[in-house]
T-cell receptor, first 120, second 113 residues
Framework: GAVVSQHPSRVICKSGTSVKIECRSLDFQATTMFWYRQFPKQSLMLMATSNEGSKATYEQGVEKDKFLINHASLTLSTLTVTSAHPEDSSFYIC????????????????FGDGTRLSIL | QQQVKQSPQSLIVQKGGISIINCAYENTAFDYFPWYQQFPGKGPALLIAIRPDVSEKKEGRFTISFNKSAKQFSLHIMDSQPGDSATYFCAARGGSTLGRLYFGRGTQLTVWP
């Protein structure tokens, strides 16, 4: 079964709305989580690295005030798209690496099922 | 700069044929090389992965060949099936157990029945 749960799977909202996406590690603790953005027929683009108990690290060109990341616990990271506009419409995916000894040596990184964000 | 280069961008194979996707990398610190399969509207799912101390790994119809000296690795899908039609991404992990993955651009595989 899934070890990383991402919610919601789909969001449709009006321009100017802020949207929160949750990423949960279900049966392991994740001190680090990654947030990706994927445009149609393109690869995953890393937006930021979420660190439990400290500030997120953003990739070059990603607006940290636009994409707020909070990693408040060892099992939950959230991405908030603030004042979303149509150009923010995309597929957002989170992933969480598991540490050695957590029982996932064959699959050290786990992906959520993604969130399809559509801004009208 | 693309850390992991993947080719081809698209691939059409007849049912029962062999699908081959190639990737190359430069950073010798990469320590883990997974392949992901992604269907439309879904997150990537791990297909098979290899570490640099192994030259080949086979799981069912899927095989990774790894050439450390050439810094290349490839995915072979034997007896390709229509259900294999998806986008495939190679990736490389940045030298740490909690390190980020660097993805290739993806290959759109279509298997004709």
């Amino acid at each position: 079964g899934a070890v990383v749960s991402q919610h919601p799977s789909r969001v449709i909202c009006k321009s100017g709305t802020s949207v929160k996406i949750e990423c949960r590690s279900l049966d392991f603790q994740a001190t680090t989580m990654f947030w990706y953005r994927q445009f149609p027929k393109q690869s995953l683009m890393l937006m930021a690295t979420s660190n439990e108990g400290s500030k997120a690290t953003y990739e070059q060109g990603v607006e940290k005030d636009k994409f707020l990341i909070n990693h408040a616990s060892l099992t939950l990271s959230t991405l908030t798209v603030t004042s979303a506009h149509p150009e923010d419409s995309s597929f957002y995916i989170c992933s969480a690496p598991s540490s050695p000894g957590q029982g996932y040596s064959n699959q050290p990184q786990h992906f959520g099922d993604g969130t399809r964000l559509s801004i009208l | 700069q693309q850390q992991v280069k993947q080719s081809p961008q698209s691939l059409i194979v007849q049912k029962g044929g062999i699908s081959i996707i190639n990737c190359a990398y430069e950073n010798t610190a990469f320590d883990y090389f997974p392949w992901y399969q992604q269907f439309p509207g879904k997150g990537p799912a791990l297909l098979i992965a290899i570490r640099p101390d192994v030259s080949e790994k086979k799981e069912g119809r899927f095989t990774i060949s790894f050439n450390k000296s050439a810094k290349q690795f490839s995915l072979h899908i034997m007896d390709s099936q229509p259900g294999d039609s998806a986008t495939y991404f190679c990736a490389a992990r940045g030298g740490s157990t909690l390190g980020r993955l660097y993805f290739g651009r993806g290959t759109q595989l279509t298997v004709w029945p």
